[in-house]
Structure formats: C-alpha cells, structure tokens
C-alpha cells in the first residue's frame, strides 16, 4: 500500500497533523502503538495525573467549533477529561478511519529508488509512504530504572507512563514509589490518601510549589470561552506560550520587601507564574537565583513539620526553576503523615528490588506494589526506539549520537521528506501551541510542492547547522544547562546519556516561529527541492 503520509503516533500532533493534511487532499495512515488515541493523556492514567498548563491554553486553538463547544470542569484538567477531550476531537473530524491502533513502527527506510519511505510494524507489516512524519512525542518512551531484580519483584508494579486501565488500589497496601519528579509528586500526592504504608524512595528532590487548582463552573467558562482570543493571543506572545509571562523586572531592581512581596503573591497564584512570571534575571544570575530558591526553600521548612525530612526535601544541586517545576497540591503536607516515609537513595542507595519489595544499601522495604515514577527518556527516546534509516542506509540515531541535530525542531539532512512535529531542538513550553504551529508549517510545505508539482524535500546541510548552532547559542549562560536534567539530555537509566547536550531550543516561542515563518516566507531556499 503506499500513501501520500504516514503518520507515527496519535496523539495531539498526529491527531492535528492528519486533519491539516487531509485539507491537501492526501491519503494518510496514522499507525498508533496504543489502543486509543491520546497520547501522554492515553498512556499517564497514574492516580493524580494531571495538566500543569492551564486546561484552556492546552486544548487545541484551529476550531472555534470546538472552542465554544467543550467546557474544561477545572483549572488544571486531570488526565481522564483529556483523554475524553482528545476522544472527542477524533470523532468530531472523523479521525478513527485514518487510525490504526495497537500498531507500533518499529522501522522507517528512505528508499532513494522511488523515493519514498518503506515503512515495517512491529508485527511485521508494511507499507510505502511519499512522507514520514513522527509525532512520537518529546515524553514518549518510558523508562525503568537500571537496578538489578526489577524483573524479579512478586507484587503488583507499575511505571506511571504505562499505567494499567483497570482499577488499582492502594487501599491498606504497602506502597513504594521510585522517583520525586513531576510525576511522582502528583501520585506521591495521590496514592499517600489511602496506602497503608507508602514510602518513597527519592534520589534528588525537586523545587516544587503550589498548583491552586480549583474547579471551573460554567459562569467562568463562559467568561473564559469569551476570552479565548486574548488568551491565545497571549499564548503567542509569551516566551513559553503559557499565559503567564516573565517579569521585566530584574531581581535587584526592587527593594527586598517588595520582592518578597512579588514571590508571596506568586506561590499563592495558579499555575508555573512563579517559574515563567517571575523576574526577567532568575535563570541567569546566580545571586538571584540563590535568592528565590532561600525563598522556596523557606516555604519546604515552613510547611514539613520535621526539619530533617524538609531538609531532605530542599533541593541542594539545583537552583529554583533550573529543572522542570512539579506542581503540587499538599505534597509537603503528605511528609507529615504517619504511613509516608521519605528514603534518600543518595544516602542508601537501593541495591536491588528483590521477590518482596526494595533493599537498600541500610535495610530491605517489604511492599505490595511498586510505583515506578522514573519518567521518559525524553526528546530522542521515541526516536531511537525506532529504527529510522535515511540516504545511504544512516541511521537517525547514529546521526543523533552526541546530541541531536535539526532544522528547525522538523526536519533533518540526509532524511528526505521526513518531517518531525516536536522533534528535538523545536519549542516547548505549553506545547500544543508549538504543536499546532509545527503541524500548520509541515502542511504548508507540503502544499508548496504538491502546487509546483515537487516531490521531495530536504534541508540543506548548512542550513541545520546553522540552526544547531542558533539553539546552542540560545543556551549559553542559562543557569538550566548546567544541571543534569531530561532537558539537558541527562537520564541516569539510560545508557549512553550520562553526558550533558543541548538537548532542546532554550530561545522564546516568537523568536522560533520567527525563525521558520522567514524560511516558508524566502520560498524555502534552505531546502534542497525536486
Ligand atoms: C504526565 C505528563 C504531563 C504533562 N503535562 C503537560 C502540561 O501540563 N503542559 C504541556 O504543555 N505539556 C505537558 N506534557 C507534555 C506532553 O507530552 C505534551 O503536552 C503533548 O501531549 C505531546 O503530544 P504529542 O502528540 O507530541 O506526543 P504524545 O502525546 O507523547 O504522543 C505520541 C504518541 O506516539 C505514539 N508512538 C510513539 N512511538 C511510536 C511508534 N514507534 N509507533 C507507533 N506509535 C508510536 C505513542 O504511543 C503516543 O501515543 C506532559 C507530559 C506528561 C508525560
């Protein structure tokens, strides 16, 4: 069979990517390794999963159909009322019958005869496609930790990102979770209201603060869906595209008590307004830095009743907002209950999990269940998880080794009429904003050859050099790149990433955009086309 597009993955990129491209009249397959579209909010059904975005400036923008239609119920939407979202966008543009669920790529092979991509599943099935686009997602493959005996643990085990659909309970059990990020100190949060005894196993604690999620009723939607244009406009213009932007303030620009002022009024608002509002010199200046971690840490002592464990709780390598802030609601309260126990495995490191919980290099832990809260191997996983060949057999991750290269965050040289929607190096941020521009810049290019009657196209070697060089750039002196984190390319359980990389684009939203709608603009002089 050959199509026009194949398609990889469905969630918000593959979704959106298959409607803009039937516009263009193209036959397209989107093959989907789960049994149900959604993505993230497919796969996350871990108990207190839910948007650190606020719920209106996540959803898709295209339709104001869909706009006036869907009602969010909260500010900050749990899992399930995204994925029923994401359910809805599918039947509503009549995706399902472009749709093959539980179909994983397992190879892609640019075949310079006929020039188009051979494409195999893991099933051994194959077809033709003149274009590939990956829409595998920047937080896609899971990851375990590398610790001896995972396979041989007797009890229920879990990692949050291939979390089961049928009902678990944690009711009166002995509950471990490995790993404090973001995901884990939502579940953490979560699983501490009923386990009987839960303990949780940190290697470093991250900078966490308050999410004040709170209910949207439909008086505020209704505000809210009058608002939507403003609100997508702001979207534009943040550095993140989330609605909350950064302060032009710099942090000794104002007096101590009115910078103290300006933290206390952030930690009590919704949402990343104390990561992305805050003052214009966080990510840069170290004095400053130290200044709103002092403030943040002072928040860790105040709320955890033992000085030991808030100690433990503080981080002490990283400053504020230099890795990903997990938002929360009451997870420093759970260190103050009687059945939650904290274990730093970077004092006593877990040496294996055994057929009946956890030993540590101090004592073993009998548990019922383990919760594997040690996230993605980010940005490249879902990459390398295929095996992607291009122009003269090379591989995609062999071309990455050593950290990735693009142009543009969506498309590569050497890789003919392969597109990527959140392939590395693109913006991130409140990501379905970048998604939606993503796919509408792939669309149109497509446009642009299929109306010069083009088939191929491909960056310019020096084009995705430049661009590389352009994001490296974009990184220097930003506090975040000296931290071992996923955005620096760093996971501990997978081999070969021990080694920090510019693994994404640290430059603003509208510079990125900039950037790409020049290229679209000078009649792609930076791809070679034929
Ligand atoms: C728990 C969690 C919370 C998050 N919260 C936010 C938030 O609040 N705000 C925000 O902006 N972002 C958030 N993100 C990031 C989130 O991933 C993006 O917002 C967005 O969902 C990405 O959409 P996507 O379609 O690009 O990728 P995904 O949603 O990851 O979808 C990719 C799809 O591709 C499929 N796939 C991958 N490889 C293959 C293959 N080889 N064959 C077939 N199918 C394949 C996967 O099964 C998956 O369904 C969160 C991520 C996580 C994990």
């Known amino acids: 069979m050959i199509y026009d597009t194949v398609i990889i993955g469905a969630g918000i ?18 093959f989907e390794a789960g049994t149900g579209v959604g993505g993230t ?52 543009f009549d995706l399902r019958r472009d749709i093959q669920l539980r179909s994983r790529v397992k190879a892609a092979t640019w075949d310079e005869g006929d020039r188009t991509w051979g494409i195999t599943l893991e099933d051994g099935a194959r077809c033709r496609a003149r274009y590939l686009v990956t829409a595998v997602g920047p937080l896609s493959a899971p990851t375990l930790p590398r ?10 085990a879990y990692h949050t990102g291939l979390w089961p659909k049928h009902p678990v309970t944690f009711e009166g059990k002995r509950v471990a979770v490995i790993g404090t990020g973001a995901t884990g100190v939502q579940a953490i949060t979560e699983i501490a209201k009923t386990a009987g005894h839960l303990t949780v196993f940190q290697r470093r604690p991250n900078w966490c603060t308050p999410l004040h999620n709170r209910p949207i009723p439909s008086e505020e939607m209704a505000e809210i869906r009058r608002g939507y244009p403003e609100i997508f406009k702001r979207c534009q213009e943040t550095a993140a595209c989330f609605v909350h932007t950064i302060d032009p303030r710099g942090t000794f620009e104002v007096t101590e008590a009115e910078r103290l002022a300006f933290w206390e009024e952030l930690y009590a608002s919704p949402g990343f307004g104390i990561w992305q509002g805050n003052f ?33 709780l503080i981080p002490k390598d990283h ?49 019922d269940l383990i919760v594997y809260a040690t996230g993605f191997d980010a940005i490249t996983g879902g990459f390398d998880r295929i095996d992607i060949r291009g122009r003269g057999g090379r591989t995609l991750r062999d071309r990455w080794r050593g950290g990735p290269a693009t142009f543009m965050g969506v498309m590569m040289d050497g890789f003919p009429n ?33 109306a010069r009657g083009l088939r191929c196209a491909e960056p310019r070697p020096e084009a995705v050099a430049e661009w590389t060089d352009f994001v490296k750039k974009k990184g220097e002196g930003l506090l975040s790149n000296e931290v071992d984190s996923w955005m620096t390319g760093v996971n501990q359980n997978v081999e070969g990433k021990q080694v920090r990389i510019v693994a994404r684009y640290s430059g603003t939203a509208p510079e990125y955009r900039a950037w790409c709608d020049r290229v679209a603009a000078d009649g792609y002089r930076e791809l070679v086309l034929g």
């Open 13 to 30: 990129s593959g979704l959106y990517q298959l409607h803009r491209l039937r516009e263009l009249g193209q036959r397209v397959r989107v």
């Open 280 to 312: 214009r010199d966080m990510m840069i200046d170290r004095e400053a830095n130290r200044l709103i971690s002092e403030f943040v840490a002072g928040k860790i002592r105040q709320r955890v009743k033992d000085p030991k464990i808030a100690e433990l």
């Open 319 to 367: 400053g504020f907002g230099t890795r990903r802030v997990p938002q929360e609601t009451h997870y420093y309260e759970v260190y103050n209950q009687p059945n939650v126990e904290l274990i730093s495995i970077l004092e006593t490191p877990i040496e294996r999990i055994t057929p009946t919980g956890i030993r540590t290099s101090a004592r073993a832990y009998t548990v």
């Open 147 to 156: 610790i001896p005996g995972v396979e041989a643990f007797g009890g229920e």
């Open 41 to 92: 909010w497919y796969w996350n059904r871990y108990p207190g999963c839910r948007f650190d975005s606020e719920s209106y400036s996540y959803g898709y923008s295209f339709s104001q159909e869909l706009l006036e239609e869907w009602s969010w119920t909260e500010h900050f939407a749990p899992q399930p009322e995204t994925e029923r979202y994401l359910n809805h966008v599918a039947d509503k």
């Open 418 to 450: 392969l597109y990527m929607v959140m392939g590395p190096h693109t913006a991130l941020g409140n990501i379905p904003r970048s998604i939606e521009y993503n796919v509408e810049w792939i669309r149109d290019v497509l446009a642009y050859l299929d």
